[in-house]
């Protein structure tokens, strides 16, 4: 059976994702639009990143890589990276991941990127900004 890569029409950057015992509907907590840092560097304690992804097919290596971007794609710095396995049966199968990195260094005001990743190659990437001053969720 041919692989075919997953899509992702949804990831979103949270501190903690709770799931309702009587329902079973998740809650994403803290929503991030933006990173915050009190100092030149800083470090973020938990970012949970939820992924709807769909339409793949066959067994993938899912990454998450979060990175401080540069023009250069070898200049990028790489600040954390998570993988987890998971397969697609049938076509138009949608699939939760929640990657979670714990204390995640940010390298002072500037930008992350969050990739998407699946056996290597990059299918989603939100860019997310790194400002001085105190944490805001929505």
């Known amino acids: ?20 015992p009587a329902t ?16 030149a560097r800083g470090s973020w304690d938990r970012l949970v990143v939820w992924a709807e992804v769909e339409d793949g ?18 200049a990028r710095l790489r600040l954390a990276h998570v993988e987890i396995d998971v397969e ?24 992350v990127e969050l990739l998407l990743l699946f056996d290597g190659a990059v299918t989603m990437r939100r860019s997310l900004p790194v400002l001085a001053g105190s944490p805001r969720f929505n």
């Open 1 to 20: 059976m041919p692989k075919m890569l997953p899509r992702c029409p949804s990831l979103i950057a949270c501190r903690q994702v709770s799931v309702d």
């Open 24 to 39: 079973g509907r998740p809650t994403l907590e803290d929503v991030l639009q933006e990173f915050t840092v009190t100092g």
């Open 57 to 74: 097919l066959g067994r993938f290596r899912a990454g998450l890589r979060v990175v401080r971007p540069a023009d250069n794609l070898a």
């Open 88 to 111: 697609f049966n049938r076509p138009r199968q949608l699939r939760v991941l929640v990657f979670v990195v714990e204390d995640l260094p940010l390298p002072g005001p500037g930008e």
